[in-house]
């Protein structure tokens, strides 16, 4: 497993897609968990994180069924956890979660990409 973080709007689509240009990319919103565990490449994994959570679904197995099933995606994510907290209960559930499950991805990862103003350095790596 790899990973690719950054802030909004620092371009790590744009450097994921550029870095592994063999990999068939998937937009997070679009995808159940079968289909998440079968993916080569996830944009937008937050935004998996949140129809999850709109839908009420059960986040606890996430990381442990990707770990098993898929242990060599790519996962591109938004940093979600900077700045104001929000004021609405869900956007807070929502914030949290995207960090707690980031970082036990990342703690699993092999490497670990933060993207700022295009230009990514590696974090992790090993």
Same mark, same amino acid.
């Given at each position: 497993?790899?990973? &690719?973080? #950054?802030g909004a709007f620092?371009g +790590?689509?744009? %450097?994921?897609?550029?870095t592994y240009?063999? &990999?068939?990319w +998937?937009?997070?919103?679009d995808?159940?968990?079968?289909? @998440?565990?079968r993916?080569? /490449?996830?944009?937008g994994?937050q935004e998996y994180?949140?129809?999850?959570l709109?839908?009420?679904k059960d986040l606890?197995n @996430? =990381?442990l069924?990707l770990?098993?099933e ?5 996962l591109?994510s938004e940093? =979600? !956890? %900077? /700045?104001? =907290?929000?004021?609405d209960?869900?956007e807070? +559930? ?5 960090g707690r499950i980031c970082t036990? @991805?990342? #703690? %699993? ?8 103003? #295009?230009? !990514?350095?590696v974090i +992790?790596n090993g």
């Amino acid at each position: 497993m790899e990973m &690719v973080i #950054g802030g909004a709007f620092q371009g +790590k689509e744009t %450097y994921a897609k550029m870095t592994y240009p063999e &990999v068939e990319w +998937k937009e997070a919103k679009d995808l159940d968990e079968d289909g @998440l565990c079968r993916a080569q /490449g996830v944009l937008g994994f937050q935004e998996y994180i949140r129809k999850i959570l709109k839908e009420e679904k059960d986040l606890e197995n @996430l =990381v442990l069924r990707l770990k098993k099933e898929n242990p060599d995606v790519i996962l591109v994510s938004e940093e =979600v !956890g %900077y /700045g104001i =907290v929000p004021i609405d209960a869900f956007e807070r +559930k929502y914030r949290e979660a995207v960090g707690r499950i980031c970082t036990e @991805l990342a #703690g %699993y990862s092999k490497r670990v990409i933060r993207v700022v103003c #295009g230009i !990514g350095t590696v974090i +992790k790596n090993g």
